[in-house]
């Protein structure tokens, strides 16, 4: 009748996008009358940040303000082509779409600009306040907004880009095996500190720590909110959820959100996140992207923390208080395991 | 079933609607005044995303009977903000980044503005309790805390009730 600490510890190297068939996005600009402009995507933000990330790429590209930028990511029947809101793709596939499109459309909008003020489009600068001037010449200015009515109204000119990326399609060596799926690959390191209770099998996770290589972090707090979501949802997993509690009967299943269990807002814990920034050569201005690893290592360090605590394996999710309680009683009793990195 | 006339003010304004009189406060609102700031999550009351203020009080307009609201004030998110001032709580949620996909969101702050009016110095045990009815799937629900518990420290007066 006791309740034992333990401390786990995962690392995972996450590679970002998949390689089925090759991964393209794509992503179409174009300027509206009022001199603002619209991405449109087929990627879809559920929450992730992907329409924020977007806006902060395409602005700075296009070297306009950030409220000047629309994103439209509505429609997969309409929109340019994309692969999808997967697989920690987002940043890293759209961002470099959005790029190569924004530069496009910044060639366009130059290009209109030059023939207003009369000069050379190569001679000419943004200020990311909305104005486009002379290099050396602040004086010799023209709004972003004028311009793009004089391509409308007057040049007859669309201010508009197209972006596509693609990682191609890495085919399997018969020989070797060998393959180069991917070319951006995310790291963390996350240590759980746990206390199970011998006679109920509880766990309860004290706190957790974590360090995140992530290239160059776009948005820096969506990042660390999309890591604190997703470190919830591997506590979840790990400790929580699944559809077949009572396998291999699943009649008795859960079939709501009061029998399929989630940890709620009393049940979190402590957190500490370090966010390092390794830029990856081809991420748009060397983003990566956090995805589906924010949750990825919280599972395993659980795990490893349980079976330091008392020394019970859980091979299989979540790690129920029944499988806790059942290995303790197959060893005979908690066997709380060596510990290093001081007390807990 | 004959439909049968009901009213009742809705974020200050009086409403009337048609509808069948075994409809829940939920479908009312959404089919019949597309009133859409309570969300359909699971129709059973376990996920909180449903949540309105009835005369002041925190209840599931999934559970609610509609007609059983006959003559009495409700008060779903879309009330929440003042013209284009958002009320404290809102804005305390978009500095903390307490919603990500948002489906929570307006059962969020519902729960968090019935916990404010009565209490407007909780603590965070009691911030904790206040929204257990309310699942969040994407948050992890500490920015959600932390965003109330900044709420509660804007000052009463600057606080529309
Ligand atoms: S929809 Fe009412 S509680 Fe889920
Ligand atoms: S923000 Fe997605 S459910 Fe709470």
């Known amino acids: ?237 790990a400790l929580y959820e699944t559809p077949e509690p009572y396998y291999p009967n699943p009649d008795h299943g859960p079939r709501d959100f009061n029998e399929y269990l989630m940890p709620g807002p009393g049940d979190i814990a402590p957190y500490s996140i370090t966010i390092l920034e390794r830029p990856a050569p081809d991420g748009p201005f060397g983003g990566k992207g956090p995805g589906e690893m924010c949750a990825n290592p919280v599972l395993p360090a659980i795990a490893n923390a349980v079976y330091n605590a008392v020394g019970v394996r859980v091979n299989d999710l979540p790690i129920t208080p029944e499988k806790i309680l059942r290995g303790i009683r197959a060893n005979g009793g908690a066997k709380p395991q060596a510990r290093r990195g001081g007390a807990l | 079933m004959a439909k049968v006339p009901m009213q009742f003010r809705l974020n200050g304004s009086d409403r009337a609607a048609f509808a069948d009189p075994a409809d829940n406060l939920l479908t009312v609102l959404r089919r019949g005044l597309n009133e859409f700031g309570p969300k359909y999550g699971c129709g059973q009351g376990t996920c909180g995303t449903c949540s ?57 702050l519902i729960a968090a503005k019935a916990l404010l009016d009565r209490n407007p110095n909780p603590s965070r045990e009691e911030v904790i309790d206040a929204i257990a009815g309310n699942i969040c799937r994407c948050t992890g629900y500490e920015p959600i805390i932390q965003a109330i518990l900044s709420a509660a420290r804007v000052s009463p007066a600057q606080r529309r009730s």
Not at chain 1, 58 to 64: F, K, R
Not at chain 1, 86 to 92: I, P, Q
Not at chain 1, 146 to 169: D, H
Request: with cysteine; charged share 20%; hydrophobic share 40%.
């Open chain 1, 1 to 237: 009748m006791a309740r034992f600490r333990g401390r786990g510890m995962a690392s995972v190297n996450y590679p970002i996008g998949m390689n089925l068939g090759g991964d393209p996005s794509q992503a179409l600009i174009h300027s509206n009358p009022d001199g603002k402009f619209t991405v449109a995507l087929s990627a879809i933000d559920l929450g992730q940040g992907m329409k924020q990330v977007t806006r902060q790429v395409a602005a700075e590209t296009l070297g306009v303000p950030i409220e000047d930028v629309y994103v439209d990511t509505a429609d997969s029947d309409t929109g340019p082509h994309d692969m999808g809101s997967f697989a920690s793709r987002g940043t890293h596939r759209m961002g470099n779409a959005v790029i190569a499109a924004a530069r496009e459309a910044r060639g366009v909008l130059l290009e209109a600009a030059a023939e207003e003020l009369e000069v050379n489009a190569a001679d000419l600068v943004t200020d990311g306040r909305g104005n486009i001037h002379v290099k050396g010449a602040p004086s010799r200015s023209i709004t972003v907004r004028a311009t793009a009515q004089a391509a409308q109204f007057k040049q007859g000119k669309t201010i508009a880009g197209r972006g596509i990326f693609l990682i191609p399609l890495s085919s399997v060596d018969a020989e070797t095996g060998e393959m180069n799926p991917n070319t951006a690959f995310a790291h963390a390191c996350l240590v759980a500190d746990v206390e199970v209770d011998d006679e109920t099998g509880d766990v309860t996770v004290l706190g957790m720590s974590s360090a995140y290589e992530l290239g160059r972090v776009i948005n820096p707090r969506m990042v660390e909110q999309q890591l604190v979501g997703g470190a919830w949802m591997g506590i979840s997993h």
């Open chain 2, 52 to 108: 309105v203020l009835i005369d002041g009080e925190l209840h599931l307009a999934c559970l609610t009977l509609a007609a059983a609201c006959e003559g009495a004030s409700i008060e779903t998110v879309s009330g929440m903000a003042d013209g284009p001032n958002l009320h404290p709580l809102q804005n305390a949620f978009m500095e903390h980044f307490a919603a990500q996909c948002g489906f929570c969101t307006p059962g969020m």
